[in-house]
């Protein structure tokens, strides 16, 4: 063949046990489109009038014949085959789960998406063993990602034109195997708690009016973007025994989650990070092996999630407080062995 992709007449190309030929198109109802076939209308419409692996009926013919089409490329697919479409529709129906919708397949592709803003839940496992198969691939966010309503959470797709039904029965294999054992789909959407924190902003500078306060509107725009809210904000200078009896107020609130702003740093007249301690918390970590944001403390205050924010916290638009604040909105217990994995990947900065 010189200048096409496509056989010539009379020269079918064999792909699998699948056949791709040109017929007249007369012959081809029954049979599948090899390629999408564009229709123009001079100052009207120019676009695709039948896409690719559409299958020809007998109404078909006249727009063909209109469009100047006496001959088609089609597929006569074997028993063990399908078309690229076909293959990227089952994998994302074997692979999606809750809170999570697919679109149409086109050109071999099927976008998954996030029905609700919450947290991605995506094996990594499952991925890897999916795409060593061949000749079908699958795309990912990350685990743990915030997803938005709308946005993209993966996409299958099918290599080649025509795909062995084999590897698309393994993809649906290890789906169903993962939903015996962990009771969800491979790739789902786990949903965001609302909840309402107190907010302790520190500083003596801050609290006589000195400078204009800028964590707290940073704060809530975080919070507020994953449905929860700052329910009040308290100021207080940097006095380790008002910064402690702040704490307990807000615990007696009965707020979900505390959050107290700087201070966090190793100065001398940094009184946070202590008063924190002194509180009587639980303290998870002092530092996460992330940029920005490695000066986060983070624990329990009576089962309530506490966090000590540093100053990064309030220009950087990611920060090691994005990445474990949504962990606990889903419902998460965070552990020291969640902090110690926040290092790989985790510089945002140089």
Do not use: W
């Amino acid at each position: 063949m010189t200048g096409s992709s496509f056989p010539l007449k009379d020269e079918p190309t064999i792909i699998s046990s699948s056949i791709l030929r040109e017929v007249k198109v007369e012959d081809a109802v029954g049979m599948v489109l090899a390629h999408d076939l564009t229709q123009i209308l001079p100052g009207q419409f120019k676009g695709r009038l039948f896409r690719k692996g559409h299958v020809v009926v007998s109404e078909d013919i006249p727009k063909l014949k209109d469009i100047g089409k006496e001959n088609l490329y089609v597929i006569e697919l074997a028993e063990d085959d399908l078309h690229e479409d076909d293959a990227a529709g089952r994998m994302a129906v074997a692979l999606s789960g809750e809170n999570t919708v697919y679109g149409e397949p086109h050109e071999g592709k099927v976008s998954v998406k996030s029905e609700i803003t919450g947290l991605a839940c995506i094996n990594r496992e499952v991925v890897d063993e999916i795409n060593r198969l061949g000749e079908i691939a699958l795309a990912t966010v990350m685990n743990d990602s915030v997803v938005y309503a709308g946005e993209g959470l993966a996409a299958t797709r099918a290599i080649p034109l025509i795909v062995p039904e084999v590897k698309v029965k393994a993809v649906e294999r290890i789906a169903d195997d993962y939903r015996k054992r962990y009771g969800r789909a491979p790739v789902s959407v786990r949903p965001l708690q609302s909840m309402k924190a107190g907010l302790l902003t520190t500083g003596s500078e801050v609290f006589t009016g000195r400078i204009v306060d800028k964590f707290g509107p940073a704060v809530r725009a975080k919070l507020e973007a994953l449905g929860s809210e700052v329910a009040e904000q308290r100021f207080v200078p940097d006095d380790r025994q008002t910064i402690v009896k702040e704490i307990n107020y807000f615990l007696q609130q009965g707020y979900d989650m505390i959050l107290v702003t700087g201070g966090m740093s190793v100065d001398p007249d940094d009184r946070t990070p202590g008063a924190i301690t002194a509180a009587g918390t639980d303290i998870v970590s002092y530092g996460t092996p992330m940029l920005p944001g490695s000066m986060l403390m983070f624990g329990y205050l009576q089962g309530i999630p506490i966090f000590g924010l540093p100053g990064c916290v309030m220009h950087d638009p990611y920060t090691s407080f994005d990445v474990i604040l949504p962990r606990v909105l889903a419902g998460d217990t965070i552990v020291k062995e969640d902090i110690v994995g926040m290092g790989y990947g985790g510089l945002h900065r140089c």
